[in-house]
C-alpha cells in the first residue's frame, strides 16, 4: 500500500462539501490511502498507477491528478466514510451507529447515497477514460493490462451506474464472478 498522497484531507472536503469539517483528518486521510489503492489502482491498470505515484510531476501525469484523480479519490473517499461512519464493527459484528449526536440510518438510505455517489464516480472515470483516450501517447501505460483489455472494460463492475452500454460484464469471461447479476 502506498503511502503518498495525491490529494490532502483538506482538498478532499474541498471538493465534496458533503463532508462534514468535523470529521477527523486522520479518518480521511487513511480513507484516501485505501481508496488510492483501490479504487484509483482499478481505475488505471497497475503500470499507470505506479508510473503516477513514481513521476507525478510530468506533465501528463499533472494533468490527470489534478482534472480527474483528485476528484475520484475524493469521490471514494466521500463514499467510503458515508459507510463506515454510519455503520460502527464491534466484536459481535456489524451494527448501526447510534449515538447523541446521530439518528439511526436506513439501509435502504445509505444504499441510496452509496449509489449516488458512484455516479460521480463512474462519470468521472468515463471522461478520465475518454481524455486517455484521446491522448494515448501520453498515457502507453493505460493499455497495459492483462488479455489487452483496457480498465473501463475491466473495472466498472461493483457499483455500475449507467455508462457504456455496448459492454456488459456479465459476458466477459474475464469477469466470472460477475455473471450472477
Not at 481508496?35 to 499533472?62: E, G, H, M, P
Not at 462519470?123 to 475518454?130: A, D, G, K, Q
Request: proline share 2%; hydrophobic share 35%; with cysteine.
Amino acid at each position: 500500500m502506498t503511502t503518498t498522497y495525491l490529494v490532502t484531507a483538506t482538498e478532499v472536503k474541498a471538493l465534496c462539501l458533503s463532508i462534514n469539517n468535523e470529521i477527523d483528518d486522520t479518518l480521511v486521510n487513511n480513507a484516501i490511502l485505501l481508496i488510492q489503492d483501490t479504487l484509483l489502482k482499478d481505475s488505471l491498470t497497475y503500470d499507470l498507477w505506479n508510473d503516477i505515484f513514481v513521476n507525478s510531476a510530468t506533465t501528463a501525469n499533472k494533468y490527470l491528478i489534478d482534472n480527474y484523480l483528485k476528484n475520484l479519490i475524493a469521490y471514494g473517499t466521500w463514499q467510503f466514510l458515508v459507510v463506515t461512519l454510519s455503520y460502527q464493527l464491534n466484536s459481535s459484528g456489524l451494527r448501526l451507529k447510534v449515538s447523541d449526536h446521530s439518528q439511526l440510518a436506513e439501509s435502504t438510505d445509505i444504499q441510496y447515497y452509496r449509489g449516488y455517489i458512484q455516479v460521480f464516480i463512474d462519470n468521472t472515470r468515463r471522461l478520465m477514460n475518454e481524455y486517455i483516450e484521446d491522448h494515448q501517447a501520453d498515457y502507453p501505460l493505460y493499455y497495459v493490462y492483462e488479455n489487452g483489455m483496457k480498465p473501463n472494460q475491466n473495472n466498472f463492475k461493483i457499483g455500475r451506474v449507467g455508462g457504456y452500454e455496448e459492454y456488459d460484464s456479465r459476458y466477459d469471461p474475464a469477469c466470472q464472478y460477475w455473471r450472477g447479476v
